[in-house]
């Protein structure tokens, strides 16, 4: 049964928030198992995909799937955290909550659809080539219906429903991998099979919200107040959001059009075993972030809040190094004789991805502190504004080493910013208690 939340505006008591240690367990556990799912399906599938895939396909196919999330990050515009950081507080407007978020979402991506539809050939033919049109198309309905997945999915996170999330999960991992069998192996759809595959996933995913959610729906709750406060909570965090695709997705997507899409594709065949530990993460920050806002809604000393962030760091680390000695196995599992494994490059990745890890821990404390929050935009702008510039500048030496060099170095960058802001910033706050 979901843990009620606080009410708005209260905080909860000392034995609620100390008897969190099994709760904390069954979420590592729960969200973990469902995560891994959802990834598995993809890493025993990708042998499939990539022997159906030329190189230059699959790096093509990278890049227009991060040219995709940076198109969804500017629709989202924070407002999938906005929601998450209310529903987590109280559930008492929980409707309203749903229907003034929606609505806005989906306002939103009835924009993107209208103004890709005039400016999609400047946006991904600039970094890519040769993309065919129904391609193009598939990625821009995709951005379109993801927005409403991705906060459904934060918000059944935070509010403990977990059944709902474990079936939205579900739903998700088995059509994208029925997809993928059909319109990629059998089908030998290539390509467009591939991306299409996303599109199936999230369209079954986008019924069962809207099927789960349709009771507490309701366009009365409408409210210009409600989307308005929506809208500035998600304002201060979208410049950290968006600017957070300068990262990775920026190196993958420049080195593509600097040195070929056989590039991005060895890049991309690199970064997929530190995904999978940034994929395992992210279990591990989906039970932080819960329990954490608990923690700091009881005002707890910082001396008893970093044993907590240490714990959450020595079994990601632990992770890490075990994923790391297992990596050129793996890789030679998922991977044809067209794809070498390069040991600098797969090092750095799991640096940053490290590195990332530590700084999302912090960016949490920030996220709830809201007077704190517009500072996770500017350590992230600083971070991506050294990344740019770093790689237009490794670009002359036409090393992908070098230029994912910069990009590790750009994520350590930012968890020192990140770390000095979420200490300083919260120990302020625990002064004027």
């Given at each position: 049964?979901?843990?009620?939340a606080a009410?708005?505006g209260h905080?909860y008591t000392n034995a609620?928030?100390?008897?969190?240690t099994m709760?904390?367990?069954?979420?590592i556990?729960g969200?973990?198992?469902?995560?891994l799912?959802?990834?598995?399906?993809?890493?025993l599938?990708?042998?499939?995909?990539i022997?159906?895939?030329s190189?230059e396909?699959?790096?093509?196919?990278s890049q227009?799937?991060?040219?995709?999330?940076?198109?969804?990050?500017?629709?989202i515009?924070?407002?999938?955290?906005?929601?998450?950081k209310?529903a987590?507080?109280?559930?008492?407007?929980?409707?309203?909550?749903l229907?003034?978020?929606?609505v806005l979402?989906l306002?939103?991506s009835?924009?993107?659809v209208l103004?890709?539809?005039?400016?999609?050939?400047?946006?991904?033919?600039?970094?890519t080539?040769?993309l065919?049109p129904r391609?193009r198309?598939?990625?821009i309905i995709?951005v379109a219906?993801?927005?409403?997945v991705?906060?459904?999915?934060k918000?059944?996170?935070?509010?403990?429903e977990?059944?709902a999330?474990?079936?939205?999960?579900?739903?998700?991992?088995?059509?994208q991998?029925?997809?993928?069998?059909?319109?990629v192996?059998w089908?030998?759809?290539?390509?467009?099979g591939?991306?299409a595959?996303?599109l199936?996933?999230?369209?079954?995913?986008l019924?069962?919200?809207?099927?789960?959610?349709?009771?507490h729906?309701?366009?009365?709750?409408?409210s210009r107040?409600?989307?308005?406060d929506?809208?500035?909570?998600?304002?201060?965090i979208?410049?950290?959001?968006i600017a957070?695709?300068?990262?990775?997705?920026f190196?993958?997507?420049?080195?593509?059009?600097?040195?070929g899409?056989?590039s991005?594709a060895?890049?991309?065949?690199s970064n997929y075993?530190?995904?999978?530990?940034?994929?395992?993460?992210?279990a591990?920050?989906?039970?932080?972030?819960e329990?954490?806002?608990?923690?700091l809604?009881?005002k707890m000393q910082?001396?008893t809040?970093?044993?907590?962030?240490?714990?959450?760091?020595?079994a990601?680390?632990l992770?890490v190094?075990?994923?790391?000695a297992?990596?050129?196995?793996?890789?030679?599992?998922?991977?044809?004789?067209?794809?070498?494994?390069?040991d600098?490059?797969?090092?750095l990745l799991f640096?940053?991805?490290?590195?990332?890890?530590?700084?999302?821990?912090?960016q949490?404390?920030?996220?709830?502190?809201e007077?704190?929050?517009?500072?996770?935009?500017v350590?992230?702008v600083?971070?991506?504004?050294f990344?740019?510039?770093?790689l237009?500048?490794?670009?002359?030496?036409?090393?992908i080493?070098?230029?994912?060099?910069v990009?590790?170095?750009?994520?350590f960058?930012?968890?020192?910013i990140?770390?000095?802001?979420?200490?300083?910033f919260y120990?302020r706050?625990q002064?004027?208690?």
């Amino acid at each position: 049964m979901p843990r009620p939340a606080a009410p708005a505006g209260h905080y909860y008591t000392n034995a609620y928030c100390t008897n969190t240690t099994m709760i904390l367990l069954r979420n590592i556990f729960g969200y973990g198992i469902l995560i891994l799912l959802q990834k598995a399906s993809i890493f025993l599938l990708m042998p499939f995909v990539i022997a159906s895939l030329s190189v230059e396909d699959f790096g093509k196919a990278s890049q227009v799937l991060y040219i995709g999330n940076l198109c969804i990050l500017f629709v989202i515009f924070g407002t999938d955290e906005a929601l998450a950081k209310r529903a987590s507080h109280s559930k008492a407007d929980y409707g309203s909550l749903l229907t003034n978020g929606y609505v806005l979402l989906l306002l939103a991506s009835s924009i993107f659809v209208l103004f890709s539809y005039f400016l999609s050939d400047l946006l991904y033919n600039y970094f890519t080539t040769n993309l065919r049109p129904r391609d193009r198309y598939i990625s821009i309905i995709t951005v379109a219906i993801s927005p409403i997945v991705i906060s459904a999915l934060k918000i059944l996170r935070v509010t403990g429903e977990y059944p709902a999330f474990a079936r939205l999960t579900i739903i998700q991992v088995a059509v994208q991998a029925a997809s993928i069998m059909t319109f990629v192996v059998w089908i030998d759809g290539g390509m467009t099979g591939y991306l299409a595959s996303y599109l199936l996933a999230l369209a079954a995913a986008l019924l069962y919200v809207l099927a789960v959610h349709r009771t507490h729906i309701n366009l009365n709750f409408v409210s210009r107040k409600s989307i308005i406060d929506l809208l500035s909570y998600g304002a201060k965090i979208a410049p950290h959001t968006i600017a957070s695709w300068g990262l990775y997705g920026f190196t993958l997507v420049f080195i593509g059009k600097q040195l070929g899409a056989e590039s991005a594709a060895m890049l991309a065949a690199s970064n997929y075993i530190p995904y999978m530990a940034n994929v395992v993460s992210y279990a591990l920050l989906y039970s932080f972030q819960e329990s954490l806002y608990k923690k700091l809604g009881c005002k707890m000393q910082i001396r008893t809040l970093l044993p907590f962030f240490f714990g959450y760091v020595a079994a990601f680390f632990l992770i890490v190094i075990i994923m790391y000695a297992m990596s050129a196995k793996i890789f030679s599992i998922i991977f044809d004789s067209r794809y070498a494994l390069n040991d600098k490059l797969i090092l750095l990745l799991f640096a940053a991805v490290f590195c990332q890890f530590c700084d999302s821990m912090f960016q949490y404390v920030l996220y709830y502190m809201e007077r704190a929050t517009q500072y996770t935009a500017v350590s992230t702008v600083a971070a991506v504004v050294f990344n740019v510039v770093g790689l237009v500048l490794a670009a002359r030496t036409l090393s992908i080493e070098y230029m994912v060099g910069v990009y590790a170095l750009s994520q350590f960058l930012l968890l020192c910013i990140r770390t000095m802001l979420g200490i300083g910033f919260y120990m302020r706050f625990q002064s004027e208690i």
